[in-house]
Each structure stands twice: as C-alpha cells, then as structure tokens.
C-alpha cells in the first residue's frame, strides 16, 4: 500500500512539473527566434541604409551627367557660332583675294597704256607675286656708271607718276640692280653703291618733279645679287643693269582678316 502511494505520489509530481517544463523551453525557442528575427532586421536595416546612400550617390551622378550635358551643349552650340564666324571671315578673305588678284590686272594694263611709247628692249611690264614691276633698263634711264637720270628716263617716270597719282592706294618700292661688273670710283665704292644712288634718284624724281607723296615710296638697292640673266655675255648682263619699279596695293584690310582669322 505505501509502494502504491509513492507511486501515486511521483505520477503527480511529474504531471505538475511537465507544464512548467514545456512553457520554458518555448519560451525559450521564442526568444531565440526574436534574438535571430532582430538580427535579421538590423541586418536588413544596414543593407537599407547601404541601398539609400547607394541611391543618393546615383542621384549625384545623373545630375554630374545632366550638368555635363548642359555643359557640352553649350560649347557645341559654341562650337556651331564659332565655325559660322570663321566660315564667314573665310568667305571675306577670299572675296578679298579675288579683289587683290582683280586690283592688280587693273594696275597692271592702266601701266602699260601709261607706257605705250616705250620699247621692250627699254623697259618691261609683268606681274609677280600679287605686285606689278616696271622693270626699265640702264639704257633708258641713266648713262653708264651714272646714277643721274636723262630726260627720256623721265618722260618715262612721269608717265608711272601719272598712274601713281590716280591711284592713291598703291605703295611703291624703287629697286636698284647691278651686273657683276666691279665698280669702284670716288662716288660709288661698289656696285651696291651704285644700285641704291640710283633708285634713290629715281625716288626724287617721281617726289620732287611729279608730286608722289614721299610716304608712299621706298629706295633700295640690291647690287648685282639678283640677277635676271646670266652674267656671262653682254646681253645678260645688260638685262641685269637695270631698276625695279614695284608697284602693289595696300593690303590693310586682308591682314586685319589674316590676323582676326589667326
């Protein structure tokens, strides 16, 4: 009977603590599920965080792009204005150059009506290099080894002034050449000597006796080392003895566009 009683006794004892067994081992298992659930969030929470800044960095960059677009279209609409305006100064220039080219075929037959008196073995009209030479031989203009112009040289000169005159807008340039023959006398040291005294001659004469504004003209002189002629015969160097009228217009206008264009 007792047996019995003990048994009795250790099924009751059993039967109340198993309750409180089960509640805390759930208990447990919740918090462990919350400890994991919470682990879960806040790991959610920096890939949230992550995304956020993510986004926002992308932000910045669509506006970097549209900012750099804005900027690209402006310097391209730029770009445009810039290649209007040059094509426009281009247009200029060439309408200029066919001016000059058009200028100069004028000078050049005005030049030779101004000289129809004159024969090719005196003098000769041709044009090189956007200019207008009026080449005249010693023989019409000076006595040998002499710088002092005769009168026919004048008749000649006079004739270029006439032109000159009408035409304001023509710079001239008084070259002086020389054979290779050496030239040494108590006037003239060499041939370089010679060449300049007479295109300074023939600078004096068109100023003084035909009225050539002297800021329009420059004297030089070149010696015997521009040659158009071989040396070695009497013809060649007859054709070498001779002075250089060089006639161009005034190019202020086409390198004011050179210049802009540069």
């Known amino acids: 009977m007792k047996q019995v009683t003990l048994y009795i006794a250790s099924i009751l004892m059993i039967t109340m603590t198993l309750p409180s067994c089960v509640a805390k081992r759930k208990y447990?298992?919740?918090?462990n599920s919350a400890s994991q659930q919470m682990k879960i969030n806040e790991s959610l929470q920096r890939r949230l965080d992550g995304q956020t800044d993510t986004i926002g960095q992308l932000r910045k960059n669509v506006n970097s792009?549209?900012?750099a677009y804005q900027s690209s279209n402006s310097e391209l609409n730029m770009s445009k204005e810039q290649i209007e305006e040059q094509q426009k100064r281009l247009a200029h220039l060439q309408a200029l150059i066919s001016q000059q080219k058009n200028s100069i075929e004028v000078l050049r037959k005005k030049i030779v009506d101004a000289l129809v008196g004159f024969n090719t073995n005196e003098l000769s009209i041709y044009v090189k290099d956007g200019k207008v030479y009026v080449s005249m031989q010693e023989s019409l203009?000076?006595?040998s080894g002499s710088a002092v112009v005769n009168?026919?040289?004048k008749d000649a000169l006079a004739k270029v002034a006439g032109v000159l005159n009408t035409n304001p807008d023509i710079n001239v340039n008084v070259e002086g050449h020389t054979d290779n023959v050496a030239i040494k006398t108590k006037q003239y040291q060499d041939n370089w000597d010679l060449s300049v005294a007479r295109a300074t001659s023939i600078t004096r004469v068109l100023i003084g006796d035909y009225a050539v504004p002297p800021t329009r003209v420059i004297a030089s002189g070149r010696g015997e080392f521009y040659p158009i002629a071989a040396n070695t015969t009497d013809a060649g160097k007859a054709q070498n003895r001779?002075?250089?009228?060089?006639l161009e217009p005034k190019l202020t206008e086409l390198i004011d566009i050179l210049y802009s264009t540069k």
């Open 141 to 143: 203009l000076f006595p």
């Open 242 to 246: 001779r002075t250089e009228i060089i």
């Open 151 to 153: 009168q026919r040289g």
């Open 28 to 31: 447990l298992e919740a918090r």
């Open 65 to 67: 792009l549209g900012e």
